[in-house]
């Protein structure tokens, strides 16, 4: 069982930064892959980025490559995702995610097995 709980959300003008972080509890945290996914309101859940366990591999969506980036650290059983250059339309909820799947190319939500309860990012224009 992991539970994954999400912070750093908050209120930033376009073109700002955030950084979110994810703490996760377990102590099987570095076998899984990590991910961040974002809903907008009335919009389905959509994928961001995902790194494998050991953070040598990534894959971002293409509406945040360059702009967006996943990091992690193990020992503290945490993932980031520092968010740059930011747009209205990154405004939603993120969510983290772990999966027992391996990689980091899983885009799919279903892919995932734990979830956090999100945090909200809402940039203005």
Known sequence: QVQLVESGGGLVQAGGSLRLSCAASGRTFNSYTMGWFRQAPGQEREFVVAINWSGIST???????????????NAKNTVFLQMNSLKPEDTG?????????????RPFAAEYDYWGQGTQVTVSS
């Open 93 to 105: 909820v993120y969510y983290c995610a772990a999966g027992r799947l391996g990689g980091s190319r």
């Open 59 to 73: 894959y971002y969506a293409d509406s945040v490559k360059g702009r967006f980036t996943i990091s992690r650290d």
